[in-house]
């Protein structure tokens, strides 16, 4: 099957295409050249006056695992069903469940979406899960830094080369995409009642600090050569003044990869008659500092949601903030988590302050390739807030109106009325599709070659931005037509990506043996078979 | 609990009887192996499965409110109840629905505090027990969870106390005094468990099943005790389902429907009401006009009710009374096909594997058949 989109205006960062009109040939599932004569496409689609870019492409979005579903079990009132929306597709009319995240992804031209907090004891769960959101390819990042097996090689000073095995074999375990770091220490602190854990603080009956686990736990991921840097959720979460912390983090990283999530959470200082202030300006001054570290945002946006983590410590403290007035803590092997359900209002100086602290770091930190498009999904706002998302980015006065609606202090102190940039198309298709697909390593995605996977994107130019990215005029996910004018067509299964990174076998035996003294399960059953996941949940994994 | 040491007691064909540590293992190796029925029913007697899948489409049809219910499975079962419910425009409940439903009313009002059956091994120091009879439900807790000696930072095994029948009392006497409340009764009887919570570090409470009538204030009382303590020391509560399929029930249906069990497509969306979707509720009233069981890890037989029923079940069933309209025998999980179940405390999926071969179809082949045979509107 050879298909020709025609005559669209292409947004194609990495082949440095910026708006010229052009052809998208497609044989099968891949983009291909186009061939010497024309007449040979078996279907040709005029895409002529539209917009086309690669499928987008968001690394962190919570979509699948135990914390996500016990948020929705929590909160049936969020999101009662009115309606079918689309009655050819099942579980269409269900909100907030597996399918419904896949259709809504996908009518705004979303192909990839990374689960950035899978606990290894949840893996299953968390894959049984992605395996049942139709249309968009998913990944995970596997959760360490507070596990005990980790924690005791660093206590017995390990070689980095063994810590290293363990990293590599605990993806091989949980068949993730990388590594995430979740207040390191911290949910192991919390265990012995500890109530905060600074980067340089010592977790409790381990003898090392956070920063040692971090360091550790980056250096295995370097030396190994997963593409995905640790992916880092930092200490002291949604602390005022907590600016210190990101900034003492990215001074750890020394000079090698990183990438910290939803900065927007550490972008807070301690200024001012309510002690509470905008530290962007400083985080993202480091940031374009340190070209080693890579940022996504967590983007506040106002309305009801829900704040759910594995950083059990900071999700236990914001229990007193829940609205509606309810939340759960839980603890398991390795780590816990919380859900804090959250209404942000733009009357609310707090709130309106992390709303604007958001859109600066955004406007600040110049540089599309390392700054990321994510709201934290649900902790900032729904992924389906998107639209609005991007509208602020590409539209200062859109802004400027919101400016005189929230709480007034707020938009005086904050830099945004003073920032004047507006994100354009290509900006937009580096921050969505170029750069997270080379961040993940996921090199047959996020752009036009020859050779990608045939994920597409289509959007109808128009003045209002959140309407143009809010339902695409037209979707491909590898070469099948999956949208049209924003609605679902056609459903399919995505695929799982993960990495397989080579590992002296000897730690194999050691975990085994760890298994056998500490766990409930054998190692073997804790190990993720992917003949199994096929075969049960129907999860098609791709091994990079 | 999910327990992946024990193995299929296979010797020369020939069944080994009681391997010494768990009766309801040995109970549901020694039924799979003897279950031999690969034909299915039609009330009672043998028909080819293309009648048989003919007749149960044309009774999904036909039914103006299908109840999907019982649900003694694992995840595959459990995503194929989900599905044909949505499909066939029902209603799915649990055949432990009423207990899902209480602590989801509990969980869905306040949230609550939780540990796993890991941390209560590795971690807990004092164990409340609040349950009536965990030996029948999960005989191999007290061996792998409370008696363990291989623990993270200790080798001491966690001191166990277990509430009598007063345990509400006791509780609420517990949670006063702990707040600091004035209390006008003899509250010596709490003196020793309050000594002990005191020089806990980390107590838990493990509720178990319960047939008190008191049972959710009960719940209620550990979970506010939990929240109380949570303020200045560490504790939490653990929950532990039956390992029916009860907590893969809820979890995966969450995940589907968005809510869970007792949740009804009627409406072409989904809807959960925790009392008027209970399943015996549906039937006793007439609401539902034809009920599917679906029970693959249990070889009881369905509830006896007026409705026609079709039973997609394990092959061991047998029907003391009238048999139901239909019986599909299929495979079973960690028996003749692979798939997972939750541990009781819900945080791990464990793999089930292949043992034997089986010509038995699973339930999710079955009833993608079933929704085959009804193309979804556009």
Avoid at chain 1, 351 to 362: D, H, P, T, V, Y
Avoid at chain 1, 521 to 531: A, N
Avoid at chain 2, 41 to 69: D, F, Q, S, V
Avoid at chain 2, 249 to 269: C, D, E, P, V
């Amino acid at each position: 099957m050879l298909t020709r989109l025609k005559g669209a205006r292409l947004y194609d960062p990495v082949n440095q295409i910026n708006g010229e009109v052009g052809d998208v040939w497609i044989r099968d599932n891949l983009i291909c050249a186009a061939p010497d004569n024309p007449a040979e496409a078996d279907k040709t689609i005029n895409l002529e006056g539209k917009i086309l870019m690669a499928g987008a492409i968001d690394i962190h979005s919570h979509i699948a695992g135990g914390n996500v579903n016990s948020a929705r079990v929590l909160l049936p009132e969020q999101h009662l069903a009115e309606q079918a929306r689309y009655p050819q597709h099942p579980f269409s009319s269900a909100k907030w469940s597996a399918a419904d995240t896949g259709y809504r992804y996908a009518e705004m031209g979303f192909t990839t979406v990374v689960e950035p907090a899978v606990l290894p004891i949840n893996a299953a769960q968390v894959h049984a899960e992605l395996a049942d959101i139709p249309i968009i390819d998913t990944a995970g990042l596997a959760i360490v830094g507070n596990d005990d097996f980790l924690l005791r090689m660093l206590r017995y000073k390990a070689e980095q080369a063994r810590i290293n095995d363990y990293i590599a074999w605990t993806l091989h375990a949980t068949q993730c995409l990388g590594v995430k770091v979740i207040n390191a220490g911290g949910a192991t602190a919390f265990k012995f009642n500890q109530r905060q854990l600074n980067l340089d603080d010592e977790v409790p009956m381990y003898g090392m600090s956070s920063r040692d686990i971090l360091t550790a736990v980056q250096r295995a991921v370097v030396q190994l050569g997963i593409a995905h840097p640790v992916h880092v959720h930092c200490n002291n979460l949604g602390i005022p003044g907590n600016v210190s912390t990101a900034l003492e983090t990215i001074k750890a990283a020394e000079g090698m990869p990183m990438h910290l999530a939803h900065v927007q959470f550490y972008g807070y200082g301690d200024q001012g008659d309510s002690g509470f202030s905008s530290g962007a300006k400083a985080l993202a001054d480091a940031v374009m500092a340190n070209p080693n570290i890579t940022v996504d945002v967590g983007q506040v946006l106002f309305g009801q949601t829900v704040t759910i983590s594995g950083d059990v410590m900071r999700q236990f403290d914001a229990r007193h903030i829940a609205n509606p007035k309810k939340w759960v803590v839980w603890e398991g092997e390795d780590g816990g988590g919380g859900i804090v359900p959250f209404q942000y209002r733009p009357k609310n100086q707090v709130n309106a302050l992390q709303w604007a602290i958001g859109l600066e770091l955004f406007l600040l930190i110049d540089d599309p390739w390392r700054i990321f498009f994510t709201t934290d999904h649900p902790n900032g706002a729904p992924f389906t807030a998107y639209p609005e998302l991007f509208r602020l980015l590409m539209d200062r006065d859109y802004r400027n109106l919101w400016l005189d609606k929230i709480n007034a202090k707020s938009a005086d102190i904050s830099l945004l009325r003073h920032l004047d940039r507006e994100y354009d198309l290509y900006e937009i298709a580096i921050m969505t599709r170029a750069a997270p697909a080379k961040l993940l390593g996921l090199s047959d995605r996020g752009h036009l070659s020859v050779g990608a996977i045939a994920d597409i994107a289509v959007y109808q130019p128009q003045d209002n931005k959140a309407a143009l990215f809010g339902k695409a005029e037209l979707v491909l996910k590898d070469g099948v037509t999956v949208v049209e004018k924003g609605q679902v067509v056609h459903s399919l299964q995505g695929k799982t990506h993960a990495v397989a990174p080579g590992f002296d076998s000897a730690i194999e035996s050691a975990v085994s043996r760890y298994f056998d003294r500490y766990h409930l399960m054998k190692m073997d059953h804790y190990k993720l078979s992917p003949q199994h996941l096929l075969e049960t949940v129907g999860s098609e994994l791709v091994l990079h | 609990m999910v327990c992946d040491d024990l193995s299929l007691p296979l010797h020369n064909e020939q069944t080994i009887p009681g391997q010494g540590t768990c009766e309801k293992a040995v109970t549901g190796f020694t039924l799979a192996l003897e279950a031999t029925q690969a034909m299915p029913l039609l009330k009672g007697k043998e028909i080819t499965w293309t009648e048989a899948l003919t007749k149960a489409g044309a009774l999904l049809r036909e039914a103006n409110h299908p109840l999907i219910h019982g649900l003694i499975g694992d995840l595959i079962d459990s995503k194929a109840a989900h599905k044909l419910a949505e499909h066939f425009a029902g209603t799915v409940d649990h055949r432990h629905g009423d207990a899902i439903a209480r602590n989801l009313r509990i969980y869905q009002q306040g949230g609550w505090q939780v540990s796993s059956m890991g941390e209560v091994r590795n971690r807990a120091d004092l164990v409340i027990l609040v349950c009536d009879d965990l030996e029948t439900t999960l005989p191999r807790l007290q061996e792998k969870v409370l008696h363990s000696e291989a623990r993270l930072h200790t080798s001491a095994p966690p001191t166990v106390y277990t509430l009598d029948e007063n345990r509400l009392e006791t509780l609420s006497i517990l949670r006063a005094r702990l707040a600091n409340k004035p209390l006008q009764t003899d509250t010596s009887a709490t003196d020793e468990l309050l000594s002990l919570i005191n020089k806990a570090d980390y107590p838990v409470f493990m509720i178990g099943p319960l047939q008190d009538k008191a049972t959710e204030l009960i719940i209620r009382t550990c979970v506010g005790l939990v929240r109380d303590m949570n303020e200045q020391q560490r504790c939490a509560l653990l929950l532990l389902g039956t390992g029916e399929g009860d907590i893969t029930a809820q979890l995966s249906g969450a995940w589907h429907n968005g809510f869970g069990i007792r949740t009804s497509f009627t409406k072409g969306y989904p809807v959960q009401d925790l009392q008027m979707h209970s399943g015996d509720r549906l039937l006793q009233s007439g609401e539902s006009d034809l009920l599917v069981w679906i029970s693959t890890l249990s070889s009881d037989p369905p509830p006896n009710v007026t409705q026609p029923t079709i039973v997609i079940g394990h092959p061991a069933m047998t029907f003391k009374t009238d048999p139901p309209e239909l019986f599909l025998p299929v495979s079973i999980p960690g028996i003749h096909r692979a798939g997972y179940l939750h541990r009781a405390d819900g945080l791990r999926m464990v793999p089930l594997n292949a043992l034997i071969e089986s010509p038995l179809s699973s339930s999710a082949a079955l009833c993608e058949q079933l929704i085959a045979q009804e193309p979804r509107p556009c």
